[in-house]
């Protein structure tokens, strides 16, 4: 079946920019994350929906980002004013939980990612 | 809040030979372990996770790992190695009761030359 699809997949920007980053989950998975991966800071966790509901926001660096879902679905992360320090790799995964409710250590299938190069 | 170090940052290795990351972690509290590739220019892929039972576990493409509590290691294995195991490999950690929240290490790149 189709994995987690995420565009564009690059995305070259001009500073003090904004910009939009689309993720489609896996169809039927109810939760979705975002991560970044960039030189300096390696793999770091962004946001955490579980249906459209964030119940946790902590990892989004500033007041800058900003992620929502609609429809249990689709996901956009959005970055006003864009910096150079947001230059990365955004990646998005998302996962189901077994048993009907959300699962112990549920998988989570990545997308290809949408590199971010702010200019 | 959990941390996870990835003590190799390069690992060469001829083909047909084994080789071994590791992997430690630290945590106040209990944690599931996993394992991810990443190949060039693709998303990362799981390998194999450890959430509970027998601290042998067995992943994709002949990958083995150890959970051992009392080092605080995930020490990740292959006895074979392939020029297509050529990759990166991030080690993560989640907390029990955040489970949702991975954290990775800093990665490891394998390079196999023939």
């Known amino acids: 079946g189709a994995g987690v699809s995420q565009s564009p997949s690059n995305k070259v920007t001009e500073k003090g920019k904004d910009v939009e980053l689309r993720c489609d989950p896996i169809?039927?998975?109810?939760?979705l994350y975002w991560y970044r991966q960039s030189l300096g800071q390696g793999l770091e966790f962004l946001i955490y929906?579980?249906?459209?509901?964030?119940?946790?926001k902590s990892g989004l660096p500033s007041d800058r980002f900003s992620a929502e879902r609609t429809g249990g679905s689709v996901s956009t992360l959005t970055i006003q004013r864009t910096q150079q320090e947001d230059s990365a790799v955004y990646l998005c995964?998302?996962?189901?939980?077994?048993?009907?409710?959300?699962?112990?250590?549920?998988?989570?299938?990545f997308g290809p990612g949408t590199r971010l190069t702010v200019l | 809040a959990q941390s996870v170090t990835q003590l190799d940052s390069q690992v060469p290795v001829f083909e047909e030979a084994p080789v071994e990351l590791r992997c430690n972690y630290s945590?106040?509290?209990?944690?599931?372990l996993f394992w991810y590739v990443q190949y060039p220019n693709q998303g990362l892929q799981l390998l194999l996770k450890?959430?509970?039972?027998?601290?042998l576990v067995k992943g994709i493409n002949g990958f083995e790992a150890e959970f051992n509590k009392s080092q605080t290691s995930f020490h990740l294995r292959k006895p074979s190695v392939h020029i297509s195991d050529t990759a990166e490999y991030f080690c993560?950690?989640?907390?029990?009761?955040?489970?949702?929240?991975?954290?990775f290490g800093a990665g490891t790149t394998v390079t196999v030359r023939a």
């Open positions: 995964a998302s996962s189901t939980p077994g048993g009907g409710g959300r699962g112990v250590g549920d998988t989570q299938y």
């Open positions: 169809s039927g998975h109810t939760a």
């Open positions: 929906f579980q249906g459209n509901s964030a119940p946790d």
């Open positions: 945590s106040s509290v209990s944690v599931y």
């Open positions: 450890y959430l509970s039972g027998s601290t």
């Open positions: 993560a950690v989640s907390e029990l009761f955040n489970d949702y929240k991975l954290s």
